[in-house]
C-alpha cells in the first residue's frame, strides 16, 4: 500500500481536463469584446498554452510553467492590462461555462471554482472602466 497522495491534477483527470477546460475558456473569450484585447496575439494557442501549464502547475500537475516561465508573478504579469470588476466578470462568466462543460464532481468544481473566483479577484487592479470600451460605445 502505498503513502503517496494523489494530487488534485490527477483527481480531476490530469493534462486532458486541464486541456479541456482551456480550450473552452477561450473560445468564449476568442468573441468577447471586452477581454480579447487583453490577448495581444493573434492567436490565442500561446495564451492557452500558457495558462494550461500555470492551472496544471497550481494544482500539483507537471511544472513545466516555472520551468519555462519563471515565478508565475500573476499580478505582475497582468499589471498592464486594465483589469476592472467587469472584465473580472467577464472572465468569470466565460470560465464558469468552461468549468460546467468539465462536469466534475461538485467538490472538485467547487474546489476549482473557489480557486477561479480568489484570483480573478486579486488580478483586479482598477475600479475606474475601460476607457477603450465606452470609446467604442459611443
Do not use: C, K
Request: avoid cysteine.
Amino acid at each position: 500500500m502505498s503513502d503517496a497522495r494523489i494530487s488534485f491534477y490527477e483527481e480531476i483527470g490530469g493534462h486532458d481536463t486541464f486541456v479541456r477546460l482551456v480550450d473552452a475558456f477561450y473560445r468564449g473569450v476568442a468573441d468577447d469584446p471586452g477581454l480579447r484585447p487583453m490577448y495581444p496575439e493573434e492567436d490565442l494557442g500561446p495564451a492557452a498554452e500558457r495558462l494550461t501549464m500555470f492551472l496544471e502547475q497550481y494544482w500539483g500537475g507537471p511544472g513545466t510553467y516555472s520551468q519555462r516561465r519563471g515565478h508565475p508573478r500573476l499580478r505582475m504579469r497582468h499589471h498592464a492590462f486594465h483589469i476592472d470588476p467587469v472584465a473580472r466578470d467577464r472572465w468569470l462568466f466565460h470560465m464558469r461555462g468552461a468549468l460546467d462543460e468539465l462536469e466534475l464532481a461538485p467538490l472538485h468544481e467547487a474546489t476549482l471554482w473557489d480557486y477561479l473566483q480568489r484570483a480573478a479577484m486579486a488580478l483586479v487592479n482598477t475600479f475606474e472602466p475601460d476607457p477603450s470600451l465606452q470609446a467604442r460605445s459611443e
